[in-house]
Nanobody
Framework: QVQLVESGGGLVQPGGSLRLSCVAS????????MGWYRQAPGKQRELVAG??????????ESVRGRFTISRDNAQNAKNTIYLQMNSLKPEDAAIYYC?????????WGQGTQVTVSS
């Protein structure tokens, strides 16, 4: 059984920062590709940032240079990822979801709300 638990969302003013965390629980023997998605009201879910098992990262253009995805490098926590979000804008407001693919199965967290407002 795979579970993803996100945390770190909240209310922040424009220009502020937040750090999201995602812990994948289960019996893992390897490191998996993981990512952060977001979905704003009335919009489709989009990939915000991804990190491969090798540590390669990719970002949607709108967050490049402001957001950083990283992985916990502790031996027993390699399927824990973070999303450091700086210089937040109102258009970054959304529910952020953690995602992992294991044996062709998609797993999602419950989501964490990010609100950017003055």
């Amino acid at each position: 059984q795979v579970q993803l638990v996100e945390s770190g969302g909240g209310l922040v003013q424009p220009g502020g920062s937040l750090r999201l965390s995602c812990v994948a629980s289960g019996h893992f023997f390897v490191t998996y590709d993981m990512g952060w998605y977001r979905q704003a009201p009335g919009k489709q879910r989009e990939l915000v940032a991804g990190i491969t098992r090798e540590g390669n990262t990719n970002y949607v253009e709108s967050v490049r240079g402001r957001f950083t995805i990283s992985r916990d490098n502790a031996q027993n926590a390699k399927n824990t990822i973070y999303l450091q979000m700086n210089s937040l804008k109102p258009e970054d407001a959304a529910i952020y979801y953690c995602h992992i693919v294991i044996s062709s199965h998609d797993y999602w967290g419950q989501g964490t709300q990010v609100t950017v407002s003055s």
